[in-house]
């Protein structure tokens, strides 16, 4: 049912490991991948070369983001929304403001 589906992921969020194996969630900030030093550099150097755009979309979005930075996490999507690291997932928070209209 649709309630033990909401107790599941909210649940899941507490978890963060299993077996010894680190458990990150996909939808919020600071999910790295393995990559090599040379990987790295060329990284640094492209987010360095796009500093000045991030820097824009952030000014023009004000106070609508909290930040704007370049990710590895897409491939072929312009951008990607992401929850901040220690907050709720858009789900979960989307199941709190509809028991706060709720109540």
Do not use: H
């Not at 090599?36 to 150097?45: D, L, Q, T």
């Amino acid at each position: 049912s649709s309630c033990t589906t909401q107790i599941v992921k909210s649940s899941i969020q507490e978890i963060k490991d299993y077996q010894a194996k680190k458990l990150v969630s996909v939808t919020k900030e600071g999910l790295k991948f393995e990559e090599s030093e040379e990987e790295k550099k060329a990284w640094e150097e492209l987010c360095a070369d796009f500093e000045p755009l991030s820097k824009l979309m952030k000014e023009i979005l004000g106070d609508k983001v909290e930040k704007v930075v370049m990710s590895e996490r897409i491939s072929e999507s312009p951008c990607v929304l992401v929850t901040g690291e220690y907050g709720w997932t858009a789900n979960m928070e989307r199941i709190m403001r509809a028991q706060a209209l709720r109540d």
